[in-house]
Each structure stands twice: as C-alpha cells, then as structure tokens.
C-alpha cells in the first residue's frame, strides 16, 4: 500500500469518449487527478457526470469508444468492475441500490474481506470487524440498527447517502469517486455527510466529488473545481469557479470556450 | 446488453453432481400396467387384502380419468405402458437387518449423495429412513425413536407392523378419487415413509428421508403417511436427487400429513431431483401430491420447500383446515433455470373458525424457464374469523425466462380477512453492480443476492438444512444472469 505519496498520480483521463447505446455521451474528456487532492466536477443535468462516475467504476453498459484512463499507472479500462475495487476505486452512488433480506453489515465485511485479500491480508476477524464499523458509524452518526438492516431497505434517502460514506470509510479507498452525494439530502443531513467525507481527506487519497450544485462545497472545499459541458471539460479553475457558477450559470463557459 | 464484464453463458452450464448410476443387480418388473401387474407389487410386499383391495380400487378410477393438463406446463405425451412399476435392488439375504448387511455399492452410492448413515448421523441427530428406488433398505435409530413410541419406518414395514393405523389413514386426507396423479399412486406404490407420533410426545430428532431414482425407466411412486396424534410434534425432512438420464423419467408421490388435537407437523423438502440438460434434454417429471389435514383443534401444519430440481415440477402442497384455531404455512422457493418449467404454490382451506394460514413463496427463474406460483386460498361458510396473509415474490435472472402468477381467492365467510401481495423484480443489473463495485465476485454477488431474497423461507428450514438450501440454490443458479 501506498505511504507517502504526495503528488503521485491516481487517475490519468486521456480523450475518453464513451456512449450509450450508440449515443455519444464523453467525447475526448481530459483529466488528471493527484493523491491528496479533492476535484469537484460540475455541470448542468445531462452533461455527462454520471456516465464519467460509472465508466471509471466499469459499468458494462456504456462503451468506451476511445481514449486511455490510468489509475496509479494502471490501465484501469481492461479491468472489471470488482479488480477496479479491490485496488481502491470506490464509487459512493446517485441512487445506493436497496438489496433485501442481505445484512448491511454482511455486505461490508464482505467487501472489505475482497479488498483485503486482493492485498495479501488475512480475513478481518467478527470482533475487529464490528470494532472497526462501529468508530466510523459515529462518525457518521449512525446507530447500531443500521447494521442489522437489509442493504439500503427502506433507508430514507439521507440514510443512504450516509451508509455509502460509511462504506467508503470502511473501505479506505485510494480513490472515491462521489455521484451527487449531496443529492435529496435536507440541511442536516448534508452536514453530516460532508463532515464524514471531509475527515477522510488524506494526503494519500484522491476524492473526485460529482454535483450539480455548489452547496455541498460550502462544507467540503475542493482544490478544483472543473466544468464538465457536452461531454467534455470546457473549464477548470479553483474553489472560486464553483461560487461564479452559483451566480452565472453555466452558458457563459460554452461560449467561452466557444470563443477561444 | 450485457450486466457484468464476464461471459456469463459459459458460467451458466453448471453440471449435476448427483449424476451417476449404481451397478446393481434390480428385481425388476417388465414395463407395463394391469391389474396382474397390482396383484404382483402388493403380492411381492405381503400386503393384507384389504391393501390389494384400495390398489385396485384406485386402479380402476384412475383408467377413468384423463391426465390434466391445466397446469402451465408442456412436455410431450407419457406412455404409461412403458414405465416399470417396480424395481428393487436384489436382497442378498431375505433383507437387511443392520448396515452390515447392506449392499456396499449402495452404502457408496448414498455417500456419494452426502445421506448421514453411519455415527455422523447421531452426531447430526438425523435419522434416515433411505429409500432406494422403491425398497428402504436401511434405517436408522429406530430404537430411540422406539422408546420415545415413535413410529418411522418404510411404508411397506408399517403395512405388516400397524395394518390398523394404515386402514385407518390412508388415503383419508388424499382420496384414491382426487386427482389422476394420486389414483395412479394410490394403484401402484413400492414403498415410502411412514410416521407415528403418539400422544403428547415431542419427537426427539428430525426426521428425515432421502429418495432417490436410480434404476433407468422406472416410475418411482412413493406413499408417505405422517400421523401425529394430539398434542404431539414432529419435524420431518425429505431430500431428493436423482441420477442423470437422457429420457425423462415419472415421479409422481403422494404425501398425507394427519395433525389431531394440539399437534404440530413441521415438513421440509429440498429437491434436486435432475433437472435436465441446459438444452431441456431429460430430467424427472415431479407431479406430486402433498396435502395435510389439521383435523384437530389449535393444530398445525407447516410445509417448508426449496425446490431446485425436476425438469417439471407439479405440486401443490397443501393444508385443509378443520380444527379451530388450525394453522397452515407454506413457505416455499422454487427455481427453475435452463428449460425447467416450474408449476407450484399451495392450498389452503378454511373450514374452522378462526383458523389462520400463511403464504410465502419464492419464485426464482433464470436461463429459458418458467416458473409459476398457482395457489388457492379457500374460506368455507363456517371459517368464523379466518385469516391469511399471502406474499407472492419472483426473481427474474435474464431476459428469456418467465415468471407467472395464478392466485385463486374464495371467499364464503365475510369475517375473513385475506391479504395478498405480490412482487415481480428483475435481479437488478443495479444490485449486481453494487455488489462488484465493492468488490465481490460476481458469483459471490448473485448467491448473496438470491439468499437475501429467499432469507424469509430459508429461515424456516432447519439450520442443517437451511445450509445445504444455501448451497443447493448457489450451484443451481452459479453464473445464471446474463
């Protein structure tokens, strides 16, 4: 595992174009990610956010159609889904899935067990496993009912938002990619949510955090901030960027970039 | 489009483990059915007369009746002249006495099946009443049963050792009239299990049975009768496999359960009876006849399946609730995958007042299948403040299979109350997705997933045998979404 890797590379995003179902939706996106940094990426709906989070996670059903992603120097693209994991890719969903009858706590030890042993480590034991998941649980003020609960069941939608920060800090990715995790959250929630995602910046983790509003970046300043338009980046900039966003909108960096 | 990264149709051919034939020397009968052929089977098994009787009495309904064909089901025409209605392994001996006396190969053959016949098995507290295409050849702890008055044997040993309780019961929950498939076994049984829980007595282990189908084209018609007198309790487990054939072979059981005052009948299957190639080549036509009558009052009948084999499953097993205060359950997962085709549910019908029933099925298709629930929900005139509350679920794995709902609700009492609900979900592209972005493999995803839906049956089975379910539904459906 990575110690002291300040300013090492984590994600290389070169010319990536994907589509759906024959639809073009990245075209030649550029970006470059470093440990220890947090990268907002914004954009109006439909701009291409969530395509970018799920074909960095390896979802089968958007293609890539050209352009290369290293992730610590990997090819990040010939892997599937669960090897893009267990190296420490994490993806905090738009939507967390609910899975009946399948204990949240099940699900985590058993994703923490893949990571694990992807890295040579014995399987966590019951007792050092519910140690663990209780501090984090505090952290994101969550109380012991959660654990017994079917996977995402009948969660409100701040609750779930909460469990997938819960999971990212369980998981300690290298990597957390997150998908409008500020979405459908009321104040409090929103609150809760960034705090938890603020104390696991790290010096030797990169966050990539996906939104539509500035709001969550009240709580959790980025070092960039890009603008992701019509499937590429039309504009990067720092924490400023999101506050003129805010004020303006986002034609005027179209016709901007239109301009040049 | 495609759900995973992985080439998942390779995954799908999982291959039947239970797929291999005993070289044994079987006393078998030439294909064919008459009434020579009945005389013959209760002459072989020294039946009182009475016995031959009831066969032939059912024989002759049966030439009355025509094979339904109601059921969502297709398979071609069945040629009932050309199945051998009896087929026994050859004793060395006039039988065996102990397992020493028992055919090695056979002792292989059921270890090769996992059936805990030997120490292990006490260790288990299973005992195990086997029954090898129609004869049981070996029976365990038969004496702590015995000093607890327990009564479980092969069918066939209980005509000669209670011919009283045998007139007495068979057939009276399951008539030799009730439907074409029980008047065919009612004619021509071998063999089966037989219960008897006396009075007040908690039976001290699990029962169990493991049937299988070894000998090629031979029918297998099993009786089995469950007794339990008032204010006794009985868990009993039944397990199927059958051996790997090309043509399809008939199976068409009768099971009655008889619950008396205060009594409590627990049933458990899981079947794996072979399902048939991943191209719908051969595999075990099921038609099964399951009903159990709660005669008494406050008794209660609970039927608990994991259904994962046959390449035809028809069974309805059901509860007919006459005591008041009578309590039926079905809980139930069936899976049908490649080309199985799955037609199965319950019943359950009210006469006492204020007796309750519940339903819980589980239906999961995967590959070509079909998989239906059909289930009847019947409140008589005189079932003053009866209750049921029915959930209905199906999984679907894939795109070209189907999963169908027949629901029948008859209600003639209006204090009754009756719920319904049903859900139908596609095994979410979504939750797979979930599982492998942290990390899990694919397999691990799916059986995760499966077992959490069927978490509500699984709970219901024995611990011992809520593992093997676990197991047996993860080698059924290993690589199934695609």
């Known amino acids: 595992m990575t110690t002291n890797t300040q300013n090492a590379a984590i994600l290389e995003i070169t010319d990536l174009s994907a589509e759906i179902n024959g639809r073009a939706i990245l075209k030649s996106l550029n970006l470059h990610v470093r440990a220890g940094e947090v990268h907002a990426i914004m954009g109006p709906n439909g701009a291409g956010k969530s395509t970018l989070s799920q074909v960095l996670a390896g979802r089968q059903s958007y293609a890539v159609t050209a352009g290369s992603v290293l992730f610590r120097g990997e090819n990040l693209l010939s892997l599937p889904p669960e090897e893009r994991a267990r190296r420490g890719l994490f993806l905090g969903f738009q939507y967390p899935v609910e899975i009946p009858g399948v204990n949240n706590v099940y699900l985590l030890k058993a994703a923490l067990n893949a990571k694990r042993k992807q890295a040579g480590l014995p399987e966590v034991d019951a007792f050092e496993f519910l140690g663990l998941v209780r501090e984090k649980m505090q952290l994101m003020q969550m109380d012991e009912s959660f654990l017994s609960r079917g996977v995402n069941e009948g969660f409100s939608g701040g609750e779930k938002k909460r469990n997938e920060i819960l999971q990212m800090a369980v998981l300690e990715p290298v990597l957390a990619i997150l998908d409008e995790t500020d979405s459908g959250l009321d104040i409090d929630a929103l609150k809760v949510v960034a705090n938890g995602v603020t104390s696991l910046r790290r010096h030797d983790r990169a966050i990539l955090l996906v939104t539509h509003y500035q709001r969550l970046l009240d709580y959790i300043t980025p070092d960039y901030v890009h603008v992701l338009m019509d499937g590429k980046i039309l504009k990067s900039g720092t924490a400023s960027l999101a506050h003129e966003l805010e004020a303006r909108g986002y034609d005027w960096v179209r016709e901007e970039a239109a301009n040049k | ?482």
């Open chain 2, 1 to 482: 489009m495609a759900s995973t990264p992985h080439d998942l149709d390779n995954l799908v051919a999982q291959k039947y483990q239970h797929g291999f034939v005993t070289d044994i020397e079987s006393d078998t009968v030439p294909p064919g059915l008459d009434e020579d052929l009945i005389r013959l089977i209760s002459a072989k098994k020294k039946e009182p007369q009475f016995l031959l009787d009831w066969r032939l009495k059912s024989y002759r309904h049966w030439q009355t009746m025509q094979e339904p064909h109601w059921a969502h089901v297709r398979y071609p025409a069945i040629d009932y002249q050309s199945i051998s209605y009896y087929s026994a392994p050859k004793a060395k001996t006039d039988g065996p006495k102990t397992l020493a006396d028992v055919d090695p190969k056979l002792l292989a053959t059921y270890d090769k099946l996992g059936v805990p016949l030997h120490e292990r098995a006490r260790l288990a507290g299973v005992a195990v009443d086997a029954v090898f295409d129609s004869v049981s050849v070996a029976t365990t702890f038969k004496d702590r049963l015995s000093r607890a008055g327990v009564v479980f044997c092969p069918f066939s040993e209980a005509v000669q050792a209670h011919p009283e309780l045998i007139e007495q019961y068979l057939g009276s929950v399951v008539p030799t009239t009730d439907n074409f498939y029980a008047a065919l076994n009612s004619a021509v049984f071998t063999d089966g299990s037989f219960v008897y829980i006396p009075k007040g007595v908690r039976c001290p282990m699990e029962l169990s049975t493991y049937f299988r189908i070894n000998a090629a084209n031979t029918g297998q018609f099993e009786r089995t009768l469950i007794i339990a007198d008032e204010g006794s309790h009985v868990s009993y487990l039944e397990g199927c496999t059958a051996p790997m054939r090309d043509e399809n072979q008939l199976h068409a059981a009768v099971v009655e359960l008889v619950a008396l005052t205060d009594a409590t009948i627990k049933y458990s299957t899981v079947q794996n009876w072979y399902p048939g190639d991943e191209n719908g080549l051969g595999g075990i036509y099921n038609f099964v006849t399951k009903r159990g009558e709660c005669r008494g009052d406050r008794s209660r009948i609970s039927w608990t399946q994991v259904e994962t084999g046959s390449a035809i499953t028809w069974k309805y097993p059901s509860c007919v609730l006459l005591g008041n205060h009578s309590v039926g359950e079905f809980y139930s997962v069936a899976v049908a995958n490649h080309y199985q085709q799955a037609d199965t549910g319950t019943k359950m019908i009210h006469i006492g007042k204020n007796t309750r029933s519940t339903i819980v099925s589980k239906g999961i298709s995967a590959g070509h299948a079909n998989n239906s629930y059909r289930g009847l929900v019947k409140v008589a005139t005189s079932a003053e403040g009866a209750r049921n509350y029915t959930q209905c679920d199906s999984l679907l794995m894939g795109s070209e299979c189907g999963a169908y709902t027949f629901p029948y609700i008859e209600v003639k009492n209006p204090s009754a109350t009756v719920e319904h609900e049903a859900t139908t979900s596609k095994i979410g592209e979504d939750q797979l997705f979930y599982c492998l972005q942290r990390g899990l493999s694919q397999e691990d995803a799916i059986n995760m997933i499966v077992n959490g839906f069927c978490k509500s049956v699984f709970k219901e089975l024995p611990m011992e045998f809520a593992v093997e379910a676990q197991n047996l539904l993860a080698v059924s459906l290993e690589g199934a979404v695609g």
